[in-house]
């Protein structure tokens, strides 16, 4: 999950300013939209006393807009102090790939209301939360990427780890290491294909191992490999 800040409303940066940040509370972090039902659905709750404006919107994996695949509704509407709401993720493609998983990334921007007992000083920010949505075909249901996890093939270019993944799952990891030394910035493989990630410079042995993030967020086993 990604969160980017940008600010609304600069009065000054004066001794003493404060900083005003939403609260709302994303109910996950990823969505996984099965291709047998008609609609994935997250929570939202506002844990805070004010208000705030939210706007949600579906980009591809390139992070282009994308309202031919999938529509978020409501896709901008106020949420009240302590408070709860429910977006619902629909999908608008004729059809999808029904032999692997298909990512999206679902935007949850939360933009604060003003209130006129802050401070003339005060920054007010709007948070954009930004999480995996991954379209699962229902041909794949029966399954899951921690168990077909095990099937990465792993290979050694010079200071560069491979990863092949055979599987039709975005296999997204929580942790990569070699002989014990991890990997910094490990993020995902696609379905049927390879992704390439830095060694430590003093990366040794052979040994690979790897936990992945479940469908829930949770971290899993660990796996073993060799080179």
């Not at 990465?152 to 599987?167: D, H, M, S, Y």
């Not at 296999?171 to 990630?197: C, D, M």
Request: hydrophobic residues 35%; charged residues 20%.
């Amino acid at each position: 999950m990604k969160t980017k800040i940008s600010a609304l409303l600069l009065a000054g940066f004066l001794a003493g300013s404060g900083i005003a940040h939403a609260g709302v509370i994303v109910g996950g972090t990823r969505v996984i939209y099965d291709g047998g039902k008609k609609e994935a659905s997250i929570s939202l709750e506002n844990p805070d006393s004010a208000p705030y404006l939210i706007q949600s919107w579906v980009e591809n994996e390139a992070g282009q807009s994308d309202k031919s695949s999938f529509i978020v509704t409501p896709p901008l509407f106020r949420l009240d102090g302590n408070q709860k709401n429910t977006l619902r993720i629909m999908q608008t493609a004729p059809r999808l790939a029904a032999d692997r998983e298909t990512l999206y990334w679902l935007n949850i921007k939360s933009i604060p209301t003003a209130d006129p007992s802050r401070s003339e000083n005060t920054l007010q920010l709007a948070i954009n939360t930004r999480i995996k949505l991954i379209y699962r075909p229902q041909a794949l249901k029966n399954s899951s990427p921690e168990k077909a996890s095990s099937g990465l093939k792993w290979t050694r270019q010079g200071q560069t780890l491979a990863v092949n993944n055979p599987t039709p799952y975005y296999i997204n990891f929580q942790s990569v290491s070699v002989n014990g030394r991890p990997l910094e910035k490990v993020t995902y493989v696609a379905p049927h294909a390879t992704a390439l990630f830095s060694l430590p410079p003093d990366a040794r042995g052979n040994q690979i191992e790897w936990k992945v993030i479940s469908d829930y967020g949770a971290i899993g086993a660990v796996h073993k490999s060799s080179l």
